[in-house]
């Protein structure tokens, strides 16, 4: 693992400088403190712990000289000197930091502040005053938000991690399939909180580690509405499985520095049931039509974030069903930057981002259909996929869920 993420660091090393003088950044600073790991440290550095009291990851742009890298830190570790110059052991890292801004005087010194997310303002306020006492007011005045660029530092995939990427996806079905089967469910028996702790053991048997709590959501004929702030609420642990039940299931897995995020359904067979009943195969069908015009009639790469969710939300009115749509990047983390196709971005008028070609996003949306079988009962619908932007749309990294998973 740590020789494929290094390959892959050294390429994306090999982008940066490009990266740095399209969004005007003269110099990058990333510090990571003891105990206090800056989420932007294992992609800009070696993935390895840092124990230093304070390491410091300096990019600058240096003319015709191109890109250098300095790190100032408590261990020069080999891992470190493959990818950085280090100096001198002995010198102040805040003497060598002053002595790259009073060679280079870059134009503005970007940091990990200002931004809207926890990676784009991970910068902490001690690290702060540290670099304006090293570096000056003179310097504090080019002080920028390095938000854009760590955007799309973060959300440039790289060729060679597609095929681990689709591993991954294909494990996280894997489990899903499995959590919401016979194996894992006793109708009847299994509660809620048993099938979340089966795939948390599930994710230490297969030597990967998850970004967020496995949740799970319950809709039976003649319950109340469960909606909660818009989504169907999740499900307490306590809650026991029964026949005739539709399982949902939130869950994602993380390895390589990479993370999936993945929904999926199941129906528990009543007694005498050999299938799905036809109303809840259309309300699947209605989801399956917005995933379409969502992923191949409205995306393209260059194509606004913002467009893409107008034309897809106009098309599910036209056709009269009910849909909802949050989908999110996906890759360096689960919620990941860049350009969201999500009804709250929307509401918040935030500025729309350019799909770009190659990324990994989150197809996270769901329909609300009313179901005959259960008296007109409205069942939401939610499916959650990795997919990649082509030429011609979003594509699956495996195929979509066509038919609800059956538990006997």
Known sequence: EW????SWLKERHALLLDMMRRHGVGMWVVINEEFHDDPLTAWVAPPMPYVGNRDVFVFVDAGDAGLKKVALTGYATEAVTR????????RKPEEVLAELEARHHPRTIALGIGGKRGVTRSLTHDSYQWLVEALGPQ???????????????????L?????PYRELVVL?????????SNEVVVPGKTTVGEVRRWLYDALWEAR?????????????????????????????????????????????????????????????????????????KRALANTQALQDAMMLRASRPGRSSADVYDATMAEMKERGIEAKVYSHPLGAQGHGLGASIDFRAASRKEAPRLLRKGSYLAVELNTVTA???????????MQEDPAYLTDEGWKFFVPRQDAFYLIH
Do not use: C, N
């Not at 020789?3 to 290094?6: H, N, P, V, W, Y």
């Not at 996280?172 to 919401?180: C, G, I, P, Q």
């Open 3 to 6: 020789a494929l993420r290094a």
């Open 83 to 90: 990818f950085f110059e280090v100096p001198t052991e002995g």
């Open 139 to 157: 310097a504090e005045a080019r002080f920028v938000s390095a938000a854009p660029l760590i955007e799309e530092y973060l959300d440039t995939r």
């Open 159 to 163: 060729p060679g991690e597609f095929a």
């Open 172 to 180: 996280t079905e894997s489990l899903v399939k499995r959590a919401l």
């Open 208 to 280: 990967v580690g998850t970004w967020f709590q496995p949740d799970l959501r319950v809709q039976r004929q003649g319950m109340k509405d469960g909606f909660s702030r818009g989504f169907l609420a999740v499900a307490d642990e306590a809650v026991v499985i029964q026949r005739g039940d539709l399982l949902h299931v939130d869950f994602g897995v993380t390895a390589l520095g990479l993370s999936t995020d993945w929904q999926k359904m199941a129906y528990v067979l009543r007694d005498g049931e050999k299938d799905v009943p036809e109303g809840l």
């Open 371 to 381: 179901v005959p079988e259960w008296d007109g009962q409205r069942v939401a619908v």
